[in-house]
Antibody, heavy 116, light 107 residues
Framework: QVQLVESGGGLVKPGGSLRLSCAAS????????MSWIRQAPGKGLEWVSY????????YYADSVKGRFTISRDNAKNSLYLQMNSLRAEDTAVYYC?????????WGQGTLVTVSS | DIQMTQSPSSLSASVGDRVTITCQAS??????LNWYQQKPGKAPKLLIY???NLETGVPSRFSGSGSGTDFSFIISSLQPEDIATYYC?????????FGGGTKVAIK
């Protein structure tokens, strides 16, 4: 069965960095676009970024452009999100999701808290 | 950017009631509209894709309709386990915005 497991979240100070990982299994990872989607506490869902199956096409939400970098390693069935210059408003649960226009499979999420 | 206006933001209904949630896109998105259910502390779950297609394993009391700019999501007979927040999401254009969510409660 499809499994997506995020890791790497935690408490970081404003201006700091964090790298999230998403380990995929149960499907041919290299065949699928992948996305990061976040949810601030008590708020709705916000798409953050996606990457094409081969990694050549990448898009970011305006709110994270220039600060976040998405990448993938198809040999390791893994998706990453490098987050730099973190702000308080980046505090959220970050989900990775298999992407086919819709998000049929999601990880359990990893909490990122940006606070001094 | 295509904005998604979802309504109502919350509702309360009795078990067995028919529940309708609407989502309006700021421009034509054809049928590129999906619906998700999210229970507290859990990841969202895909229920409907491409406006009206029921995801495998999802109960048939859930349905979706619409095209262009106006979409509906219906729970034909509300069950206690349907207590959740529901989101629409368009993918006609980037960014793939979600609607603001509808929190469904039991009366």
């Amino acid at each position: 069965q499809v499994q997506l497991v995020e890791s790497g979240g935690g408490l970081v100070k404003p201006g700091g960095s964090l790298r999230l990982s998403c380990a995929a299994s149960g499907f041919t990872f290299s065949d699928y676009y992948m996305s990061w989607i976040r949810q601030a506490p008590g708020k709705g869902l916000e798409w953050v970024s996606y990457i094409s199956s081969g990694g050549s096409t990448i898009y970011y939400a305006d709110s994270v452009k220039g600060r976040f970098t998405i990448s993938r390693d198809n040999a390791k069935n893994s998706l990453y999100l490098q987050m730099n210059s973190l702000r308080a408003e980046d505090t959220a649960v970050y989900y990775c999701a298999q992407t086919t226009g819709w998000y049929a499979y999601w990880g359990q999420g990893t909490l990122v808290t940006v606070s001094s | 950017d295509i904005q998604m206006t979802q309504s109502p933001s919350s509702l309360s209904a009795s078990v067995g009631d028919r529940v309708t949630i609407t989502c309006q896109a700021s421009q034509d998105i054809s049928n590129y509209l999906n619906w998700y259910q999210q229970k507290p502390g859990k990841a969202p779950k895909l229920l409907i894709y491409d406006a009206s297609n029921l995801e495998t394993g999802v109960p048939s009391r859930f349905s979706g309709s619409g095209s262009g700019t106006d979409f509906s999501f219906i729970i034909s007979s509300l069950q206690p386990e349907d207590i959740a927040t529901y989101y629409c999401q368009q993918y006609d254009n980037l960014p793939p915005f979600f609607g603001g969510g509808t929190k469904v409660a039991i009366k």
